[in-house]
């Protein structure tokens, strides 16, 4: 079975700083990872997705992951956050298979304070 | 815009009643997958449909039931309602290939018991 711890439920940065969302996730088969972003009411927007190839990938509004195998991370991050940002980001592990199932983290809710 | 939508938006039921909600996945996918979210928390993998057949199931007891139509739309069933069912339910549809696929979530049904 797969698990993906996400550390920090909360996280808090200034305007134009780094943003780092922590990911590690547990998997007996190698993952696909995904990160997701939800606005308050709305449902989940794909921010970026690992399956195969390069291990560091770019995905919308300036957002990338590095996939670690050897430290079972996923880690978020982008090189100035802006107030637009604030949401809450979710983690995701899916194994290859038949189902695809999600299994998500318990969510970092990401603010931006001016 | 991912085309994928939900009815209703907010619902309110009583304990013990029974529950339908309605998922119309993005023109072309094959595939819904419907999650339960808690407060607070990541969603669950609740089951997916592919091809109206049930294909994959999480945790969730026998009194949660799905149905996929031949134009891909789906529904989400609950029996004997309970508090704890309380949560925004979230679908999301996608195209089934060899490969990994992308899941486009809808806005979610924020479903209170009470």
């Known amino acids: 079975a797969q698990s993906v711890t996400q550390l920090g439920s909360h996280v808090s940065v200034s305007e134009g700083a780094l943003v780092l969302l922590r990911c590690n996730y547990s998997s007996s088969v190698p993952p696909y990872l995904f990160w997701y972003v939800q606005y308050p009411n709305q449902g989940l927007q794909l921010l970026l997705k690992?399956?195969?190839?390069?291990?560091l990938v770019k995905g919308i509004n300036g957002f990338e992951a590095e996939f670690k195998k050897s430290e079972t991370s996923f880690h978020l991050t982008k090189p100035s956050a802006h107030m637009s940002d604030a949401a809450e980001y979710f983690c995701?592990?899916?194994?290859?298979?038949?189902?695809?199932?999600?299994?998500f983290g318990s969510g970092t809710q990401l603010t931006v304070l001016p | 815009e991912t085309g994928v939508t939900q009815s209703p938006t907010h619902l309110i039921k009583t304990r013990g009643q029974q529950v339908t909600l309605r998922c119309s996945s993005q023109?072309?996918?094959?595939?819904v997958s419907w999650y339960q979210q808690a407060l607070g928390q990541g969603p669950q993998f609740i089951f997916q449909?592919?091809?109206?057949?049930?294909?994959g199931r999480g945790n969730f007891p026998p009194r949660f039931s799905g149905l996929q139509f031949p134009n891909y739309s789906s529904e989400l069933n609950v029996n004997a309602l309970e508090l704890d069912d309380s949560a925004l339910y979230l679908c999301a549809s996608s195209y089934r290939t060899s490969g990994d696929y992308e899941q486009y979530f809808g806005p979610g049904t924020r479903l209170t018991v009470t």
């Open positions: 449909y592919y091809r109206e057949e049930e294909n």
């Open positions: 995701a592990v899916s194994l290859s298979g038949s189902a695809r199932q999600l299994t």
């Open positions: 690992y399956t195969t190839g390069a291990t």
């Open positions: 023109s072309g996918h094959n595939t």
